[in-house]
Each structure stands twice: as C-alpha cells, then as structure tokens.
C-alpha cells in the first residue's frame, strides 16, 4: 500500500469517526489554534466536515476524538457543532485556507466567541426540533451509514485485491500494509453498524440503552485511533526505506 492507499484509509478514518490524528488529502477550511489541543485542521473529505489534528493522539488530545466520535449530535445527525463549540471555546486564533491551503483570512477572539455561540444555538435548535423532524434527520444518517458502509467494504476488498498481488510479488511490506488496511476498514463498518444502533434506539426512545452504545463508539473509535497512529509510524518508516532503496537502486 503506497501513500495514496494509506492517506485514503486515513480519509476514510476520518469520514467514520470524526477525528483523525494525521494530514490528509481533502479541502482544508480553517486552522483552529487551540491552547489545549495544539494546531486541529477541520476539513471536508467525501462531503463530510472532519477534525485533523496535529498532536499525537493521547491524552487530551485521543479523549477529545473519542467524547467527538460517540457525540450524540454527531451520530444522531451528522452534526459536528457540539464538538466545533468544544474545540474552538480553546482557540487562540483561527486561519481561514483556500482549497490550496492557502491563508486567506483571520479570526480573533470575538470572531471565535461569536461562532461558538453560533454552534451552541445550532444545538440548542436540534434540542427544540419536533420529535418528526428529528426523526427524518435521523433516516437521512442512516442512510448515510448505510451508503458509508458499502464504501468502507469497497475499499476492504481493493486492499485484499491489493494484498494478493503484492504477496505475488514478493512485496512483504506491502502485504503487511494492505492487510492492516483491510482489517481497519473491517473496524470502521462495525464503528458505522454501531452508531445506526444507537440511532435506532434513541428512535425507540430506549435512551440508556442508546448512551450504552455511544460509550462503546468512543472506545471503537479510540481503538482505531491508536491502532492507525502506531501504524502511521511504520508506514513512515517503510517509506523511508522505499527512498532509500530506490536511490541504492539508480543508475
């Protein structure tokens, strides 16, 4: 699995669970300075807003991806202003990016403080929304679980395709590579089967069971978070010794 393959799974990790710990390939908005989770990219990858930080996920920084994976709001709606007011209620400052990731304007403090407010209120609304109305958002996650999870078994069987040819080529590394991807994705289908229960239940108005299955997708998507980190460094490592090779190799 070569970069591409590896930013791809990144993006998908994002799509699946919110937040992700390294830079991917997607259309950069805003730079969020926070004082307590360091430098945090939000970005949009397959037409969803993801959270991408800089810092190494542990501590602070893996509690906040895990509290924004199992957010209500987020699994009920596929609204992540509850986890925006959290994050930039700690921000310094906020860069504007272009599509090149280009600055193109700045926020001060109550720049910040206004748009905080302004994703509390989208919260507040939700909260207020008719039971009907909640429930017809509702149907429209779900089927965009359904359709995410189609796309995450898609990209499973491209990395065991990948997996195969790369054992016919002698390619340990990749093997090692494509095997981990497919096995994450295998994680991210059943991080996305889990939050459609959890839709489901609060459909049923089961709300304890419900909250049951949130803190589950927190631990998921802490498990996936970490488990991508520690393979983040391999795979820099491998890279590195791809270079390497390459230049023993020239002419």
Same mark, same amino acid.
């Given at each position: 699995?070569?970069?591409?393959?590896?930013?791809?799974?990144?993006?998908? =990790?994002?799509?699946?669970?919110?937040?992700?710990? /390294?830079?991917?390939?997607?259309?950069?908005?805003?730079?969020?300075?926070?004082?307590?989770?360091?430098?945090?990219?939000?970005?949009?990858?397959?037409?969803?807003?993801?959270?991408?930080?800089?810092?190494?996920?542990?501590?602070?920084?893996?509690?906040?991806?895990?509290?924004?994976?199992?957010?209500p709001y987020?699994?009920?709606?596929?609204?992540?202003?509850?986890?925006?007011?959290?994050?930039?209620?700690?921000?310094?400052?906020?860069?504007?990016?272009?599509?090149?990731?280009?600055?193109?304007?700045?926020?001060? =403090?109550?720049?910040?403080?206004?748009?905080?407010?302004?994703?509390?209120?989208? $919260?507040?609304?939700?909260? =207020?929304?008719?039971?009907?109305?909640? $429930?017809?958002?509702?149907?429209?996650?779900?089927?965009?679980?359904? =359709?995410?999870?189609?796309?995450?078994?898609?990209?499973?069987?491209?990395?065991?395709?990948?997996?195969?040819?790369?054992?016919?080529?002698?390619?340990?590394?990749?093997?090692?590579?494509?095997?981990?991807?497919?096995?994450?994705?295998?994680?991210?289908?059943?991080?996305?089967?889990?939050?459609?229960?959890?839709?489901?239940l609060y459909?049923?108005?089961?709300?304890?069971?419900?909250?049951?299955? /949130?803190?589950?997708?927190?631990?998921?998507?802490?498990?996936?978070?970490?488990?991508?980190?520690?393979?983040?460094?391999?795979?820099?490592? /491998?890279?590195?010794?791809?270079?390497?090779?390459? /230049?023993?190799?020239?002419?």
């Amino acid at each position: 699995m070569r970069r591409k393959g590896f930013m791809k799974l990144a993006a998908a =990790a994002a799509v699946a669970a919110v937040c992700f710990l /390294l830079p991917l390939k997607a259309d950069a908005a805003e730079l969020i300075h926070s004082d307590e989770y360091g430098d945090v990219y939000v970005v949009n990858s397959e037409s969803r807003d993801s959270l991408v930080f800089m810092e190494d996920a542990s501590g602070k920084v893996l509690e906040f991806m895990k509290e924004s994976a199992g957010d209500p709001y987020f699994v009920r709606y596929n609204v992540m202003d509850a986890s925006l007011a959290r994050l930039k209620a700690t921000a310094s400052a906020i860069q504007v990016l272009d599509d090149n990731g280009e600055l193109i304007a700045s926020k001060g =403090a109550a720049e910040i403080q206004q748009e905080v407010a302004a994703h509390l209120a989208v $919260i507040n609304a939700l909260d =207020a929304m008719d039971p009907q109305q909640q $429930i017809i958002l509702e149907n429209q996650q779900l089927a965009s679980l359904a =359709a995410l999870k189609q796309e995450l078994l898609l990209q499973k069987q491209d990395s065991l395709v990948k997996m195969q040819q790369a054992a016919a080529n002698g390619s340990t590394e990749e093997v090692i590579a494509c095997q981990f991807a497919a096995a994450m994705y295998d994680q991210m289908i059943t991080l996305s089967a889990s939050k459609e229960q959890a839709i489901l239940l609060y459909q049923q108005q089961s709300i304890p069971e419900a909250q049951q299955v /949130l803190a589950s997708i927190k631990e998921q998507a802490g498990i996936i978070q970490r488990e991508i980190s520690d393979f983040a460094v391999q795979f820099k490592q /491998l890279l590195v010794q791809e270079i390497v090779n390459e /230049l023993v190799n020239l002419p």
